[in-house]
């Protein structure tokens, strides 16, 4: 079965420009969560999906926004991107019950 | 101050010694993680602990609700263990709040 998917691995962008984020759970994984590391720090909550629905959104802009597709895939879309969004982003997917997580291996975004 | 605290920030050893990293959290938890984090960017989940001690291998991991603390230990340390280890609570929501993580270094 494979893990948490993220696509795609590295992107370099300029400032101002937008960027899509894509993550497929593990199978039969109905939530999805994004994180945002920047270099020295521990991952912080932007946002987390259930069955397609917003359940869950941190301290970030609206320049950040998230969905969840019917087949529970994921897209995190960031506007106007600034230097201060060059970070890891993590995605997370879990299943109802003992809230265990698998995360992703991240995708590293470079604004420049 | 942050809702979840760890120690140290930075711990060097040598191999075959016995690791202690802790985590204080100020927050009210359904649960506690730990993660593991290697160059690269790439987390594993280690442990879910909500009560007591858990083991796998040569890791183990506590947990003292009343005390909002837990440890993970490890023991027989190796060079591969090297990496960043992270604790993480989980409250009543499926949001994590992550700690900014210990840097593990072993030598041979």
């Known amino acids: 079965d494979a893990g948490v998917t993220q696509s795609p691995t590295h992107l370099i962008k300029t400032r101002g420009q937008h960027v899509t984020l894509r993550c497929s759970p593990i199978?039969?994984?109905?939530?999805v969560s994004w994180y945002q590391q920047v270099l020295g720090q521990g991952p912080q909550f932007i946002f987390q999906?259930?069955?397609?629905?917003?359940?869950g959104r941190g301290n970030f802009p609206d320049r950040f926004s998230a969905r969840q597709f019917p087949n529970y895939s994921s897209e995190l879309n960031v506007n106007a991107l600034l230097l201060g969004d060059s970070a890891l982003y993590l995605c997370?997917?879990?299943?109802?019950?003992?809230?265990?997580?698998?995360f992703g291996s991240g995708t590293r975004l470079t604004v420049v | 101050k942050n809702e979840v605290e760890q120690s140290p920030q930075n711990l060097t050893a040598q191999e075959g010694e016995f690791i202690t990293i802790n985590c204080s959290y100020s927050?009210?938890?359904?649960?506690l993680h730990w993660l593991q984090q290697h160059p690269g960017g790439g987390i594993v989940s280690l442990f879910m602990?909500?009560?007591g001690k858990k083991k796998h291998g040569r890791l183990i991991a506590t947990i003292n609700i009343q005390e909002k603390h837990s440890s993970l230990h490890i023991t027989a340390s190796h060079p591969r263990d090297s990496a960043v280890y992270i604790c993480?609570?989980?409250?009543?929501?499926?949001?994590?709040?992550f700690g900014k993580g210990t840097k593990l270094t072993v030598n041979p």
């Open positions: 602990l909500s009560s």
């Open positions: 199978s039969g994984h109905k939530s």
């Open positions: 999906y259930y069955e397609k629905e917003e359940r």
């Open positions: 927050v009210g938890i359904s649960a």
């Open positions: 997370a997917s879990s299943s109802p019950g003992p809230w265990g997580y698998t």
């Open positions: 993480a609570a989980q409250g009543g929501s499926e949001k994590l709040v």
